[in-house]
Each structure stands twice: as structure tokens, then as C-alpha cells.
């Protein structure tokens, strides 16, 4: 039976030299439904792996920009949201994000709630498959997943350095299984803001600017770093390794050709190949449109380029481009992703000049540079309103921000969100874990 | 003879040319230490992520050379030429008379033991 199961693509292979030697034949005949399935789910595993390595380039990044005493607590978090988003999505998420038509409340809450994500079974038939004209569930779910969990990256950096470690995995949590799933399900899951005419490809809004609330409340919540802000003056804390932070971005950056690519959601014709080639190209336009922007203004602002904004740009054109990477140009996609850089460059102080740390910059690079990815949508796709995409990014940013700003405070309240002033001087890694990151450097 | 102790702190980049000018002039040996300070050049200002922040202690490499009396001032000249960019920031030069000196492998004493 195992053998039988391969037949249709044994023949399909034995049959494509003849079709490139009969240049005069008729044109060949369209692919054919297995296939499509096949190679859309090819496109998601594919995708979904380059977008799981982002989790590597969160944790880099994150290191590089945390002080060598908290690099330790940094990696513990990201090993703890990864893993957390994975089990959390599988209970809850999955199904609450896609209630495929089954919604218990019409476009706003789904059906499926609580329930388990269910893969369809060994060795299924083409005959039994959840959904022939698609893709496999275990693909689906396992690209979907990826998301879920980059959303939960995006808080951990901004609110490195004083966290303590459980109230932020029980945040994730909820982020993974409730915030982000319920308002992914009212775009990506097709309901009402999917109905309204709302356009976000990959998630400009949807994960980016998700992450960026949910990061923002709990920077409130949690206040600076000790030492951040003192007399009314900035003082900058550095991080303690930027090759890090630049194998993080660049990691990042690769990343992200699954998780716009992947996108398109489709693998199965020359348009949806062509479509995903495009997606690929503009994605990394963007990126570097962003970099680059990030080092010219920082020159020309404060006469040196600084590596760790030109860093923080790369990913806000990314971002930028998120919401829209298939219809603009090559050179509009550059141009989306420099106003990212733009974006990043003022953002960074203006977050500071109200006493917000964002310790890696996740607020300007994933939440500013996230809403003007999406309104950035409606310059090259006809179909897109600009009043639908301002009303969009106002409902996900209330619902998220709220949201998760309650959630703080209630963790706040139940269990303290932050550690005490002697353990953040000596650093978390010491005080919280007893193992450091670098202990062959360190100075005790 | 009078032995002198010549306490220079320079500009690090500037360390090579001057162990190979010493060298040369028949300085035979010298203490190195990579330390901080400020003098008249006091600090400097620097952006990261769009704040600014003041580096109030600047790096330079310390020197410490023993050597004859007759030699101290050849040294001194060596080092200030060498060691001279015209910026502010190029250094001090100390010297001082050394009470006693001693080789431990043999036991000679002062200018010997240089």
C-alpha cells in the first residue's frame, strides 16, 4: 500500500521529460490536485522552518542587547515562550484562531473553543484529507504555530533585564493561547475584520504590531531598567555583544522570507511561484532599504552610524513590508522599508522621552514600524481602503493593549512582575538562575 | 650613578612606535599597564540608540622605565616626540628618582641592575 501511495508522483516524474522535448505540443495540462496539495504544504513546512529559526534570531539578538549579567535569564525566556507558544497553541490556539466557518459568536469568537488541534492521521489518503483543494493540517498548524510564537518573542526583549521569569512565561501564555489566537481569528481566521475588507498579508498588524502592544503595556507595567532614566536625562546602558545581535537580525531577516513567502499560502501554479518569488525579493528589498536608511540618518543625526539601530532598521523594513510584500516594486518595497528605518530612528528616543525601555527597541521596530506597514498596504494594492486599515489597527491595538495591560496588572498584583533592586543590579542570571552566561569573564 | 624612574601615560595606538624608538635609543626593558584616567582632555561625549552619554575616563597605556640618570632625559624626548600627535590627548610624562633598585636573579643593585 506504501508503494501505491507514491505512484501519481513517480509517473508525474517520469513524464516531465517528455514533456519539455514536445516544444510543439499542446500546453501541458494544469497541475494536478495532488500536487497543488503537495506542494503547498511543501510551501508551509518550508515556511514554517525558516520563520521557527526567527525564535534563534529573537534569542540572539536579545543576548547581544542585554548586559552580559542577564544574558542567561534572556535565553532561558526564549527557550520558555518557544516552547510554552507550542503547547499553549496546540491546546487552545490553533482552533480559536481558525474556527473554519464554525464561529459561536459571528466573526468575532469561534466555536472550536477549547479545543485541541487534531492532525489528520497516519498515512491519510487523498480521499480523507481535511481539505484537498489546500494543504495538510500538520503543515498548516505547524506554519501557524511559528507565528504564534514570534509574537511571543517580540515581548521578551522589550522587557529584558527585570522581568522575572515566571510572570512573563504565564503572560505568554495567555498571549498565545487567548490574545493573539481571538484577533488573528478576526483577520486570518475569516471574520469580521477579514469581512470588512482589512488587508494584512502576513501580519504588519496581526503579529507585529501584536507583539508591540502586548510589549508596551508590560514596559508600563514594569517600569525602566534602575539607572535608564535620572534627572530627567538618558542614560544609555549598552549591550554587551553586537556580533550577536547581528547574527540575531541577519537570522531574522532569513526568517522572514518563510514567514512572508509562506504567506502567499499557495505553491500550486506558475502565479502562486511567481507571486512567492516576488514575496522573496521584496522582503529583502525592504530589509535593506531599512538598514540602510538607519545608517545614513544616524550619520547625519549624531555624526557616527550606530550598528544597533542600523540593526533595529533592517527589521523595521522588514516589518514595513510585512503587511503588503507581494504588489509594490522592488524599488517601492525599498522605499516602504527605509520609511521603516525612518520610523525606527525617531522612534527609539521618543519612546524614551517618555521613560518607556524598550531594551532591544521591539515597540518602535515591531509595533510603530507595524502600523505604518499596514497603512502602507493601500500605495500599490487597489483593493485596499485606507479608513478600513486605520480602523483595523485601532481595534486589534485597543483589544491588544487592554488586554494585556490587564494582564499585567493582575500578574502585577498576584505575584509581582519585577525583581527587587538588589537582584537587578547584580543581574538576573546570578540572583535568579545562579549560572552565567560568560563565567570565565566574569568579574566576581 | 642616580637611578630614575620616567612614568609616561600615552595614546595606546601609539605604543608600538614608541617600544621600537626606546628600543632603539638602548632602553632595555619597561613596565606596560592598559589603564584609564582624564587630564586636561576630560572625557568625551558619545550617542548610543540616540541618547548621549559621557565617557569620563579615557583609555591610555602607562609606562614605567628605569634607567640611568645620564639616559632620563633621552628618554623623556623620545617618548614626547614619539608618542606627539598635536591633539589634545597625547599624554604626561613623570620622572622620578628611584631610591634603590635590584636584578632578583643576581642581586645587583641600581645602575646594575638595569
Redesign the interface.
Known amino acids: 500500500m506504501k508503494i501505491l501511495k507514491y505512484l501519481p508522483i513517480a509517473a508525474l516524474v517520469a513524464a516531465v521529460p517528455t514533456l519539455g522535448l514536445a516544444q510543439d505540443a499542446e500546453v501541458p495540462a494544469a497541475v494536478p490536485t495532488d500536487v497543488v496539495w503537495i506542494l503547498n504544504s511543501l510551501l508551509f513546512l518550508i515556511g514554517g522552518f525558516l520563520v521557527f529559526f526567527m525564535a534563534a534570531g529573537f534569542a540572539m539578538l536579545e543576548a547581544g542587547l542585554v548586559r552580559s549579567k542577564n544574558v542567561t535569564m534572556q535565553l532561558t525566556k526564549n527557550m520558555g515562550l518557544f516552547s510554552l507558544a507550542t503547547i499553549f497553541y496546540y491546546l487552545i490556539g490553533y482552533n480559536l484562531m481558525y474556527p473554519l466557518g464554525d464561529w459561536a459568536i459571528e466573526g468575532y469568537f469561534s466555536a472550536l473553543f477549547p479545543a485541541v488541534a487534531v492532525l489528520e492521521s497516519v498515512g491519510v489518503g487523498a480521499d480523507a484529507v481535511d481539505d484537498y483543494a489546500y494543504a495538510s493540517t500538520g503543515s498548516d498548524f505547524f506554519f501557524q504555530l511559528m507565528f504564534c510564537a514570534a509574537t511571543a518573542s517580540i515581548v521578551s526583549g522589550a522587557l529584558a533585564e527585570r522581568i522575572k521569569l515566571w510572570p512573563f512565561l504565564i503572560f505568554t501564555i495567555v498571549l498565545t493561547s487567548i490574545i493573539y489566537p481571538l484577533q488573528a481569528s478576526w483577520k486570518w481566521g475569516g471574520g469580521f475584520l477579514d469581512g470588512m475588507g482589512f488587508l494584512d498579508f502576513a501580519g504588519s498588524t496581526v503579529v507585529h504590531s501584536v507583539g508591540g502592544w502586548a510589549a508596551l503595556a508590560g514596559a508600563i507595567v514594569l517600569g525602566p531598567r534602575i539607572g535608564k532614566y535620572k534627572d530627567g536625562k538618558v542614560y544609555p546602558i549598552m549591550g554587551s555583544n553586537l556580533a550577536l545581535a547581528t547574527l540575531g537580525t541577519f537570522i531574522l531577516w532569513l526568517g522572514w522570507f518563510g514567514f512572508n513567502g509562506g504567506s502567499q499560502l499557495a505553491m500550486g501554479s506558475i502565479g502562486d511561484v511567481a507571486d512567492v518569488s516576488r514575496i522573496f525579493a521584496n522582503t529583502n528589498a525592504a530589509a535593506a532599504g531599512g538598514a540602510i536608511v538607519a545608517m545614513i540618518l544616524t550619520q547625519v543625526l549624531y555624526k557616527k552610524p550606530d550598528l544597533t539601530m542600523v540593526l533595529n532598521g533592517a527589521l523595521a523594513g522588514l516589518v514595513s513590508i510585512t503587511a503588503e510584500p507581494l504588489t509594490p516594486s522592488l524599488g517601492v518595497a525599498t522605499i516602504i522599508g527605509g520609511i521603516g528605518g525612518v520610523i525606527v530612528v525617531f522612534g527609539v528616543p521618543l519612546l524614551d522621552k517618555f521613560k518607556i525601555d524598550d531594551v532591544v527597541g521591539a515597540i518602535p521596530v515591531h509595533l510603530f514600524a507595524g502600523i505604518w506597514g499596514t497603512l502602507a498596504v493601500v500605495i500599490t494594492n487597489g483593493d485596499a481602503s485606507i479608513g478600513t486599515q486605520i480602523i483595523s489597527i485601532v481595534i486589534v491595538g485597543v483589544f491588544v493593549f487592554v488586554s494585556s495591560l490587564v494582564v499585567w496588572l493582575i500578574l502585577k498584583g498576584i505575584m509581582g512582575v519585577r525583581v527587587d533592586e538588589e537582584t537587578e543590579i547584580k543581574g538576573l542570571d546570578m540572583s535568579e538562575l545562579g549560572m552565567e552566561a560568560y563565567p570565565e569573564f566574569s568579574k566576581g | 650613578m642616580q637611578v630614575k624612574l620616567i612614568i609616561a601615560a600615552i595614546k595606546p595606538f601609539k605604543l608600538e612606535e614608541v617600544r621600537e624608538a626606546l628600543t632603539s635609543i638602548g632602553v632595555r626593558g619597561m613596565m606596560v599597564t592598559e589603564i584609564k584616567g582624564f587630564g586636561s582632555q576630560s572625557g568625551h561625549t558619545?550617542?548610543?540608540?540616540?541618547?548621549?552619554?559621557a565617557v569620563n575616563f579615557v583609555p591610555k597605556v602607562k609606562l614605567e622605565i628605569v634607567v640611568g640618570a645620564d639616559m632620563a632625559d633621552q628618554v623623556v624626548q623620545t617618548i614626547a616626540t614619539t608618542a606627539k600627535t598635536d591633539k589634545i590627548g597625547d599624554g604626561k610624562i613623570f620622572v622620578l628618582d628611584v631610591e634603590s633598585a635590584m636584578r632578583v636573579r643576581t642581586g645587583e643593585t641600581n645602575q646594575d641592575a638595569i
Not at chain 2, 46 to 53: C, K, L, Q, S
Open positions: 558619545e550617542i548610543y540608540r540616540g541618547a548621549e552619554y
